[in-house]
């Protein structure tokens, strides 16, 4: 039986702080971003060569697995990026998933106006040409398999083609504006 508000303790209790859906654009944009800011996220780089131009690559939060067959996966990136001109125009690129220790990385690929591959970067590159950026926990490497404009931002659904995981990296994750780690939870105690 599905719960009403009404049944459920504590429900409604901070209805000051909630904007209800209705006519118009939404919630306002802080609010918006404050209750995400709540979700915790894996953080990857997605890195691409394009045929004009060096190497691109962003920070996103946004990756996610789509399809298993055909293996698919998205992230989103926003459409004024400076690096989406490059990521639109490469065939192919690889979601660089980074290991709990590469939170330099992540804030690097997140600053406008840097040369993002530049030292203190490590990265070699793929088979496909696209960066590999050294000591991530994965390189899932994609070519694009379809773009759809959302809102500001673009989504980019790639097929999977390769995949190289170490197996004992934890992931970096992203929670309320900061970056931090994985922890694994205490054993449940056993049921009696």
Not at 12 to 24: K, M, N, T
Not at 131 to 148: F, G, M, S, W
Request: charge should be negative; charged fraction near 20%; glycine fraction near 12%.
């Amino acid at each position: 039986m599905r719960e009403s508000a009404r049944e459920i303790p504590g429900a409604g209790e901070s209805v000051d702080r909630c904007v209800r859906p209705g006519a118009g654009d939404g919630v306002p944009a802080e609010l918006f971003k404050r209750t995400l800011a709540s979700h915790a996220a894996g953080v990857v780089v997605v890195t691409a060569l394009p045929e004009t131009g060096g190497p691109v690559g962003v920070t996103a939060t946004s990756f996610t697995s789509v399809s298993l067959s055909p293996p698919l996966v998205s992230f989103y990136v926003n459409a004024a990026s400076g690096s989406w001109p490059g990521l639109r125009e490469a065939r192919s690129f690889t979601v660089n998933v980074l290991a709990g220790h590469q939170e330099d990385v992540a804030a690097r690929f997140a600053t406008k106006g840097i040369d993002r591959f530049a030292e203190p970067t490590r990265w070699s590159p793929g088979e496909d040409g696209t960066p590999l950026i050294e000591e991530a926990a994965a390189h899932v490497v994609c070519t694009r398999h379809d773009l759809l404009a959302v809102g500001d931002h673009w989504l980019v659904v790639g097929r999977v083609t390769g995949a190289l995981v170490d197996g004992e990296s934890g992931p970096l994750l992203y929670h309320r504006g900061r970056y931090g780690r994985f922890a694994d939870a205490p054993a449940a105690p056993p049921l009696d």
